[in-house]
């Protein structure tokens, strides 16, 4: 199945609403991902993570293929 940018996106925003977060998402620039295609994930404390559209360069020079997500999320600072 293909996934992108919305699909962890959505996957994102699902698991903080159903572990009960308030919790902000803004775009976000990094090299590492898809310009356009990242977020960054924060309450209103904190910086909690990121997640997007992992950036060709990047699969390229991994020997991977195939578009890749990623979301990375700080759980302690959540379930804390």
């Known amino acids: 199945a293909d996934a992108g940018f919305t699909e962890i996106k959505q996957i994102v925003e699902y698991i903080l609403r159903m572990m009960g977060k308030t919790f902000n998402?803004?775009?976000?620039?990094?090299?590492?991902?898809?310009?356009?295609?990242?977020?960054?994930?924060?309450?209103?404390?904190?910086?909690?993570?990121?997640?997007?559209?992992?950036?060709?360069?990047?699969l390229s020079k991994l020997g991977i293929e195939m578009p890749v997500v990623l979301a990375e999320i700080d759980i302690e600072k959540i379930v804390s």
């Open 25 to 58: 998402i803004d775009a976000f620039d990094n090299a590492h991902f898809i310009e356009g295609r990242c977020i960054s994930i924060h309450s209103s404390k904190e910086f909690l993570g990121v997640a997007g559209e992992v950036h060709p360069k990047i």
